[in-house]
């Protein structure tokens, strides 16, 4: 190494307290996303009906005979999953936050979905004739 040439512990050292600074505002209870389990088969999604906010993973398997896919067609937060080929399993994650979220397979122009291919889940809860969803 030469004259004035950082050595790689300082470096290192830098870069952790760099990341620690940029990620420090999280807490450690989202540090790491959840994982939830998705089932897709013809014609049905099968995943729990009230889930946590915050970071996470849903890990979809395909388990029909045909392609499916997972997409947040209403809620606060959405995403989709993009095409899963029967017996394949992919993985999609986001920051959940409390509201309620409709799911369907849009593969065939909302075919799957008129075949019953829908679903929802909830975080949190809202007071009757609110509007506001909270999480406890």
Same mark, same amino acid.
């Given at each position: 190494?030469?004259?004035?040439?950082?050595?790689?512990?300082?470096?290192?050292?830098?870069?952790?307290?760099?990341?620690?600074?940029?990620?420090?505002?999280?807490?450690?209870?989202?540090?790491?996303?959840?994982?939830?389990?998705?089932?897709?088969?013809?014609?049905?999604?099968?995943?729990?009906?009230?889930?946590?906010?915050?970071?996470?993973?849903?890990?979809?398997? *395909?388990?029909?005979?045909?392609?499916?896919?997972?997409?947040?067609?209403?809620?606060?937060?959405?995403?989709?999953?993009?095409?899963?080929?029967?017996?394949?399993?992919?993985?999609?994650?986001?920051?959940?936050?409390?509201?309620?979220?409709?799911?369907?397979?849009?593969?065939? *122009?909302?075919?799957?979905?008129?075949?019953?291919?829908?679903?929802?889940?909830?975080?949190?809860?809202?007071?009757?004739?609110?509007?506001?969803?909270?999480?406890?």
């Amino acid at each position: 190494m030469g004259v004035g040439a950082p050595s790689r512990s300082l470096l290192a050292a830098a870069l952790v307290a760099a990341a620690t600074t940029v990620t420090g505002s999280v807490p450690a209870a989202e540090a790491a996303p959840r994982p939830v389990t998705v089932t897709l088969r013809e014609y049905g999604i099968v995943l729990p009906a009230k889930l946590r906010p915050g970071p996470t993973t849903f890990v979809i398997r *395909n388990r029909g005979r045909f392609p499916h896919n997972f997409t947040v067609l209403f809620g606060p937060v959405r995403f989709r999953s993009g095409t899963i080929l029967p017996g394949a399993t992919k993985r999609v994650t986001a920051r959940l936050v409390p509201g309620e979220y409709l799911i369907g397979c849009t593969i065939l *122009n909302g075919g799957h979905l008129a075949q019953g291919m829908l679903t929802q889940f909830t975080i949190g809860s809202r007071a009757h004739g609110s509007g506001r969803w909270h999480y406890p």
